[in-house]
């Protein structure tokens, strides 16, 4: 089966849906699909085409818009000759692979649909319908879907979301009948209980809480700083490390400061390469991420493949990866249970050692890269 994959951006260029596209893919071609990508050009991409680990990947020219309107998120790419290279390499596919839901696939759908006839067109939600995170963003998100994108549900054969809750929540119950978890992974070899902490552990000492996300208020860092404070009367040697960049740095630094713990809150904004976020993971004691919003929840999947214990809200997808056996669920925007769930995980050295050895046994069962690409196969089976 011919698979044409549609997706803003493809690495080098660094996104939880550009990881998630290249593990797959490279897996998809060992199961006998032909793969070809369809992209943007970036200055720091390689040719216009190649193949990459047997991906044949197409870049189309243009340039990327940094800041855009509310609800689309940046960076957006204009290319003037998409569309053209879609048509063309539509053609030759079987299934048309649309990732995410953004104003640019419209043209997409009316391409693959009214023009290219009988092809299939499927898609993967790697975000749900904003919900909770403010009235402005929740507004204007759903006011989105409602208007521009049930076309591209209605029209869609396929649609694959990354957490029942995506699903659940984005799509209209009567296309349900089209739908299936396709759940994030994580490389457990490269992310696994045996990387070393280099330096981190002497630099941050053995009650490191961890963070990693981007500064945004969905993630609710707020809330997370109001429980550091109560859990450092108790924990005066805690230590808490947010790792993440985003418009909130300054803010939360502020926030941080007002509270007067400053100087046991280490940001950590820099691009990190892949080895060294390793490292923060491998000397956390605990990871700990209270968002108002999340529809699958990468990083808790990375600290638990570390053995990590992790506390997270009941919320969004974070459910689906999270148990009372692997670590804590507390109501969003609660901080004083927060702060109670954190303390129990950094003083009770049996409970934290018994929840993150169940943390990796959940993510070796269901959330490795391998399973992700079986549950694309299972989709792709009823196209065949």
Not at 6 to 18: I, K, R
Not at 93 to 98: E, F, Q, T
Not at 173 to 195: A, E, H, R
Not at 262 to 268: I, K
Request: glycine share 6%.
């Amino acid at each position: 089966m011919k698979i044409l994959m549609l997706n803003l951006f493809y690495p080098p260029y660094q996104g939880g849906t550009e990881k998630h596209l290249r593990e797959v893919c490279t897996r998809l071609v060992k199961k006998n699909f032909e793969v070809t990508v369809l992209s943007s050009a970036l200055p720091y991409a390689r040719t216009r085409e190649e193949v990459v680990n047997g991906v044949r990947l197409v870049r189309s020219p243009g340039i990327v818009l940094n800041k855009t309107p509310v609800p689309i998120p940046p960076p957006v790419p204009l290319n003037p000759t998409h569309l053209f290279d879609l048509h063309r390499e539509a053609k030759n596919a079987d299934v048309v692979h649309i990732h995410n839901r953004f104003a640019y696939n419209l043209l997409d759908l009316f391409l693959v649909k009214k023009i290219l006839h009988g092809k299939k067109l499927s898609l993967t939600l790697h975000n749900a319908r904003p919900q909770g995170i403010d009235l402005v963003t929740d507004f204007f998100g759903g006011a989105y879907d409602d208007l521009f994108v049930s076309s591209l549900f209605k029209n869609c054969d396929r649609i694959g979301g990354v957490s029942q809750n995506t699903l659940d929540i984005t799509l209209p119950k009567k296309l349900k009948y089209k739908t299936q978890v396709i759940y994030n992974g994580v490389d457990v070899k490269k992310y696994n209980p045996k990387n070393k902490p280099g330096s981190k552990k002497e630099l941050f000492g053995d009650k490191m809480i961890l963070t990693v996300c981007r500064l945004m208020e969905q993630k609710g860092l707020k809330y997370l700083l109001n429980a550091f404070k109560r859990v450092l009367a108790d924990e005066p040697k805690a230590m808490l490390v947010i790792v993440g960049r985003g418009p909130l740095l300054d803010h939360l630094r502020n926030e941080a400061k007002q509270l007067g713990v400053e100087s046991r809150v280490f940001f950590e904004p820099r691009q990190l390469a892949e080895e060294e976020l390793l490292e923060y993971y491998s000397a956390c004691k605990v990871f700990a991420l209270p968002s108002l919003w999340e529809p699958f929840g990468m990083v808790f999947v990375e600290a638990m493949a570390h053995g990590k214990p992790v506390v997270g809200t009941k919320i969004g997808g974070i459910p689906e990866i999270v148990s009372s056996d692997s670590g804590f669920l507390v109501p969003p925007r609660d901080h004083v249970i927060l702060a109670e769930r954190i303390l129990e995980l950094l003083s009770d050295n049996s409970l934290n050692k018994k929840m993150g050895y169940a943390a990796r046994r959940v993510v070796e069962k269901k959330f490795t890269w391998d399973n992700t690409a079986d549950s694309y196969k299972r989709f792709y089976s009823y196209f065949e």
